[in-house]
């Protein structure tokens, strides 16, 4: 079984602030995906990012940042600098192949950047 | 944009009405799902279509029935709906999960009254 775990529910910042989601996720497969999205006021899902198993390595993407640690099982989201455009949804997700691939959401996290 | 359009955005139905939920996709995805997104829970996956043909229902109650008429719509026909159903229905299309990542419609909120 698969299991997602975004145990903050929700997060509120001043604008300029940094600020980290945190993901620990679940699974029995050697071979899975990690995924984070986010869902601004209007409802769609915006894809952010998607990390394989057997690359652990960090990437930056301009004020967006990602840390995955196979040790602690952990897929964590940071934004530097947040600004109010950031306020959303922020949901990570797995997917593993002995799963069909199939999307494994956490609850979500909701981020408020106060100006 | 993601590609993938829903309608309506928003829908209001009594408990003794039929309507249906549209997704259309323009991103030559194989692979067409529904989502339900209440309150307080976590996205919940109710049905895949792989190449139009359902290849899984999560335990959906029967007043919900998806049809796959061809790779690139999808729909989720409505029937005695109950309160405890209002919620956001999200549609998904993907290549392969391990791609590129789905894309997401904008959703239809739907309030059942």
């Known amino acids: 079984a698969q299991k997602v775990t975004q145990a903050q529910t929700e997060i509120s910042v001043v604008e300029k602030e940094d600020v980290t989601l945190d993901c620990v996720y679940e699974t029995r497969d050697t071979t899975y995906y990690l995924f984070w999205y986010k869902q601004p006021p209007s409802g769609e899902l915006v894809f952010l990012i998607r990390?394989?198993?057997?690359?652990?390595q960090n990437e930056i993407s301009g004020r967006y940042s990602w840390n995955f640690q196979k040790s602690t099982s952990s897929f964590n989201f940071t934004i530097t600098a947040s600004q109010v455009v950031d306020s959303a949804v922020y949901f990570c997700a797995l997917a593993s192949n002995n799963a069909g691939n199939m999307l494994t959401f956490g609850g979500g996290t909701r981020l408020m950047v106060k100006p | 944009e993601t590609g993938v359009t829903q309608t309506p955005r928003h829908l209001v139905m009594g408990m003794t009405n039929k309507k249906s939920l549209k997704c259309e996709q323009h991103?030559?995805?194989?692979?067409m799902y529904w989502y339900k997104q209440s309150a307080k829970k976590p996205l919940e996956l109710m049905f895949v279509y792989n190449f139009k043909e359902q290849t899984e229902n999560n335990s959906v109650p029967s007043r919900f029935s998806p049809e796959c008429p061809n790779s690139s719509h999808l729909f989720l026909h409505l029937h005695t709906l109950q309160p405890e159903d209002s919620a956001l229905y999200l549609c998904a299309s993907s290549q392969d999960f391990g791609g590129r990542g789905a894309g997401f419609g904008q959703g239809t909120r739907l309030t059942v009254v």
């Open positions: 990390r394989n198993s057997f690359d652990e």
């Open positions: 991103l030559g995805h194989n692979a």
